[in-house]
């Protein structure tokens, strides 16, 4: 699945095999087993990250406790039919379109598994009639307020953070994923390793590689291979980065909620802008999809109705 960040409510990410793991049935039962063998696939073979695996865990559980109370038992894997499929996509109406296209989704990437392995003909899922979402135009901050939030970064770790994100694209959990070796600070490049194990390199700005370089000599000094560690030599957990953004957005004065993928999202509109084509944007960003990086076109709709209604007086008369 492309870029799907929401994890099911109520189901939290649990270590495989671990206790307080939510599984979807009993495990003696063809169907559940059917789906610790896909989930396995996707973590181990796909390599897919862990919350995306309990992304389709929640979604799976979810679709088993629908079947036990439509029909009563769960079936086979081969008992289930395009039309239960349907009932089931009817009963998450009044969900959010993308809540339930991923849902759907997931059902359709797991029957297809099945059908690989000779388990299934067909994909009772496949091309089922979905909503279509709301267009969803990205959030930006005004080059006013980024330069605020630099200017309010402390140490050298925050002002290394903030200028990946926002000259650099990075997600939030690509900044804590950084690893030394990653870091090319002669070349000013990065390697990024982004969603589902894809890499892609992008340019360091001169000030950014030297954020970095001043943040490196105050490294705490331990044997980590991560670059971004917490006070105390460990790997970076994403509340960590919410918290210190959290901390420099008091001490710029700046009272608006300001996410790190709003940084992401500034540097993205503001490449549109400046007339970067959208296809360079997406293997910035490493978007698999172009239709999510094109949504930045739309975003820019705005600042160029703004640009247009400068010039009305034109068209006034004296």
Same mark, same amino acid.
């Not at 307080?20 to 396995?40: C, M, N, V, W, Y």
């Not at 059902?107 to 979402?133: C, H, Q, T, Y």
């Not at 960590?240 to 008091?250: D, G, K």
């Not at 992401?264 to 293997?283: I, S």
């Given at each position: ?7 099911? !409510?109520?189901? *939290? $990410?649990? %270590? ?5 793991? @939510?599984?979807?049935? =009993?495990? +003696?039962?063809? &169907? ?94 496949? !091309?089922?009639? *979905? $909503?279509? %979402? ?5 959030? @930006?901050?005004?080059? =006013?307020? +980024?330069?605020? &939030? ?169």
């Amino acid at each position: 699945m492309n870029d799907h960040r929401v994890v099911g !409510r109520g189901c *939290l $990410p649990a %270590p495989d095999g671990g206790p307080g793991q @939510a599984r979807p049935t =009993e495990s +003696a039962h063809g &169907l559940a087993a059917k789906i610790d063998q896909f989930l396995d696939y996707q973590r181990s073979y796909r390599n897919h990250s862990p919350l995306t695996v309990s992304t389709y865990r929640c979604d799976l559980r979810q679709f088993c406790q629908w079947l036990k109370g439509r029909v009563g038992h769960l079936p086979e894997p081969s008992a289930i039919t395009r039309e239960l499929v349907m009932q089931y996509a009817v009963t998450l109406s009044g969900r959010a379109a993308a809540t339930v296209c991923r849902k759907i989704t997931v059902l359709s990437v797991f029957f297809g598994f099945l059908m690989d392995l000779g388990e299934l003909n067909s994909n009772p899922a496949r !091309r089922i009639p *979905l $909503p279509k %979402p709301a267009s969803r135009i990205p959030n @930006a901050i005004s080059e =006013e307020d +980024a330069q605020q &939030l630099i200017g309010a970064a402390e140490s050298p770790f925050e002002r290394a953070m903030l200028l990946l994100m926002l000259t650099a694209g990075l997600r939030r959990s690509e900044v804590g994923a950084i690893r030394l070796e990653d870091v090319d600070l002669e070349n000013e490049a990065l390697l990024v390793r982004g969603k589902g194990a894809k890499q892609r390199m992008v340019p360091l700005m001169p000030q950014t590689a030297e954020a970095i370089r001043n943040y490196l000599a105050a490294r705490p000094n331990v044997d980590q291979p991560y670059l971004f560690l917490s006070p105390q030599g460990r790997r970076l957990a994403n509340d960590y980065l919410n918290r210190t953004l959290r901390r420099i957005l008091a001490r710029a004065g700046l009272a608006k909620r300001i996410t790190p993928h709003m940084l992401r999202h500034t540097f993205a509109t503001h490449l549109v802008r400046n007339g970067v084509d959208v296809r360079t944007v997406q293997e910035l960003l490493g978007h698999s999809d172009l239709e999510t990086t094109a949504n930045y076109l739309h975003s820019d709709t705005r600042a160029k109705q703004t640009a247009v209604a400068l010039i009305a007086s034109l068209t006034q008369a004296s």
